[in-house]
Nanobody, 119 residues
Framework: QVQLVESGGGSVQAGDSLRLACAAS????????MGWFRQPPGKGREFVAE?????????YYADSVEGRFTISRDNAKNTLYLQMNSLKPEDTAVYYC???????????WGQGTQVTVSA
């Protein structure tokens, strides 16, 4: 069973940057699909970014973050990252990392980290 723990959230001004980290423990996750999701205040959880292994890493982003956010992973540290640049107030949310542990759906989730962007 893999456990995920996010870190790096905080309160910033519009235009600032943050880097979120998601440390995985329990086993190596280098070849498994991992992603970031977020839940804005009063709304449902939404997809942000995904890194998928298919003979090489492939990257997918929500339209709302394309060009501003970058997902990456450090396999030596068993850690997933989300670099967030040019942050906007509408990026305010609790951010979660997740992993598709051997299946087609996301099965394991972290506890979330709060990101607040003020105008």
């Amino acid at each position: 069973q893999v456990q995920l723990v996010e870190s790096g959230g905080g309160s910033v001004q519009a235009g600032d940057s943050l880097r979120l980290a998601c440390a995985a423990s329990g086993r190596t996750v280098s070849s498994e699909t991992m992603g970031w999701f977020r839940q804005p205040p009063g709304k449902g959880r939404e997809f942000v970014a995904e890194i998928r292994w298919s003979g090489g890493y492939r990257y997918y982003y929500a339209d709302s973050v394309e060009g501003r956010f970058t997902i990456s992973r450090d396999n030596a540290k068993n850690t997933l990252y989300l670099q967030m640049n040019s942050l906007k107030p509408e990026d305010t949310a609790v951010y979660y990392c997740a992993i598709k542990a051997g299946g087609l759906t996301y099965t394991n989730w972290g506890q979330g980290t709060q990101v607040t962007v003020s105008a």
